[in-house]
């Protein structure tokens, strides 16, 4: 049964909440509040972002805000652009590419690439490096939904506000679209056709087996796979999940690819070992912060709002945050978790670091 | 229903089966029968072979015989021992590390493995080099195993002999033992805990880059799943199915890996383009082959004597070379293919080209 209350899953706390370092007059970005800055470094900034997505127009009277919303659109838009692609459309054979599109081009917000983006530009890469990666890192996680939502795993038949794959496409073609998802990201970004014409991906192949390592190492036994057994092994247990395990389950479900994006940007742009650790540390923040709000939504609002089946963890007797800390510890747990976050940031450039520090608000405050 | 005759698979043509070009003396080499050679070539093979597998003792007195079961036997080993290793006994989630132990160390002759290093070999790297890429080989085999076996796609109960993953684990852990073998498959190749000690991977990493998105290609849409998905679409139906999409998913379901086996093997070795692209045209002959002779066992080998349902493709209406073709035929266009094979090891070192040469031959005369 759903809960449809409305309210922001940080409210209780919100009056606290203030970015650590960028700067204080701005108070608590949120995605639908711009930034103000310095105009000289939002000029700046706005070049920047628009300059590595081709296709965004530019617009002719640069803003003169930090605009997170303009930031986030354009880079769905490239990152759309590099899925569809990566796909031919209508090609033998025909169902498994269609069901693989369906799946992969359903939508949501390309939160784990615009992270991967930014991460690269934050660790001194052109953005561009980094756009394989990106659309790899959203094939990973398009086929966990796949696999996830299966009749013998959680059996969920709605997601992002549409069938899931496998009531569409029945659950043969949705295996099968998961491992050619799956194996799709590795062939991407080991393509140098992937990459735009004037990025050499041989130019630092090192890079690009350090990234595809720690790709490969957050899916599996140590990764998405291992957060799914554990998270099945809990499901309609009578026992009380510990906090250890819960944590376990999120860590490993959700968090393990938050960090590999970010991760694989910052190796593909070029970070060094003390910067990418740092940058882990913050991803494994935003990672279990992302969980955590997850959890509080699912009690929280509807199955309209959230474009999946809400309530579903209470029915199915998940252990969740709010089911073992109540709302308001959860929410005190999710503030925590986004105060480590953006400490991690403290010694990046700030320009630069701004997209990760919005990208952590945003996922403290979003509301599906 | 199984037919049970006992027969060689190329039993009707074998008088005609000569390799083309190592030495006419031989005639047809078969897995158990030594290959005679000029006593030194004899000698440096042996050595060469044994110098490679650390653990295979050297015989103190060197024989005089190319030993194929050796040759295989030794590689089995490392490769075992390779695959032991990559996956943590007991470790937590346990369920998931005993699944994929289960289904990846069932034994099996790693025949992939082996033409992986093999190709290393002849196009000149040190065959250490290719272990991991060898190992990584029988992982995505092994997962697609796992995948093609459960309920709603093949629904084997039998693999090797033993039950199939699922009706062990079940269900939702022998999906997600696929998706874990498959990620382990490319952070095997990628990490450089996975190579010996003597062992640079970051010496050749365009290598490595080169290699991992080749193992990609053959896995989705262009690959083992595509071959599936027709494969599932052709079962069952009453048409009769051209060859052409017979060869179709031959070619994707099980030459795909073959031939990806091979040609990793060659690109880590260091192989040139002409002779990475020669080794494809080999690989891709035999992958074809390897599907014909496994037809033709299917309808001739008891279920004991393959360690699987036998008669399966029959019972559940599949069509197959020997339905398409009659046996006679089918055994005829397995002699091409093996014909075609050999011919592209002809410009190559002969003594480093006899495994691969000796791999054709089997793959051919295989009895299981």
Redesign the interface.
């Known amino acids: 049964m759903a809960l449809a209350f409305h309210f922001h899953p940080l409210a209780a706390s919100r009056a606290r909440l203030s970015p650590p370092h960028l700067h204080s007059a701005a108070g608590a970005p949120s995605p639908s509040v711009a930034l103000t800055a310095a105009p000289h470094h939002r000029l700046r900034l706005r070049r920047r972002f628009c300059a590595v997505v081709a296709t965004a127009a530019a617009s002719p009277a640069a803003t003169t805000e930090f605009d997170f919303n303009a930031y986030m659109g354009e880079r769905a838009t490239a990152v759309n652009r590099a899925l569809d692609a990566a ?1 031919p459309a209508g090609d ?2 025909a ?3 269609d069901a ?1 599109r369906y799946a992969l081009l359903a939508g949501g917000k390309r939160v784990r690439p615009a992270l991967c983006l930014a991460a690269c530009a934050v660790a001194g890469g052109p953005e561009a490096w980094a756009m394989p990666a990106a659309a790899a890192v959203e094939m990973v996680h398009t ?1 966990s939904l796949v ?1 996830d939502d ?1 009749p ?2 959680d059996d969920d038949d709605l997601r992002r506000g549409k069938p899931t794959c496998h009531v569409v496409y029945g ?3 949705a ?2 679209t ?10 991407h970004m ?2 140098v056709g992937s990459y735009p014409p004037d990025v050499d ?2 130019k630092h ?2 890079r ?3 990234a ?2 720690e ?3 957050c ?3 140590e ?4 957060g ?3 998270d ?2 809990m499901t309609g247990t009578s026992e009380t999940v510990p906090l250890e395990r819960l944590e376990y389950i999120h860590l490993h479900k959700t968090a393990a690819l938050l960090e590999a994006s970010v991760v694989i940007g910052a190796i593909i742009g070029g970070g060094t070992d003390e910067q990418i650790e740092r940058l882990r540390k913050y991803a494994r923040s935003i990672g279990l912060l992302f969980q955590v709000v997850d959890d509080i939504l699912d009690v929280t609002k509807s199955s309209e709002e959230l474009g999946k089946t809400a309530g579903k963890d209470l029915a199915s007797d998940k252990t969740t945050y709010p089911k073992l800390l109540g709302l308001d510890k959860s929410r005190e747990f999710a503030e925590k978790l986004l105060s480590d976050a953006t400490e991690q940031l403290a010694g990046f450039d700030k320009e630069k670091a701004a997209p990760l520090l919005h990208l952590a608000y945003y996922i403290a405050h979003r509301q599906n």
């Open positions: 796909i033998p054979p169902a498994l590419h693989m086929m696999h299966l013998c795993m659950e043969p073609i295996v099968l998961g491992d050619a998802l799956l194996s799709l990201a590795f062939h080991a393509s991906p041989h192949p090192a690009v087996v350090r595809i390592g790709l490969a190492r899916i599996g036994s990764g998405l796979v291992a799914q057994v554990v099945l092994e």
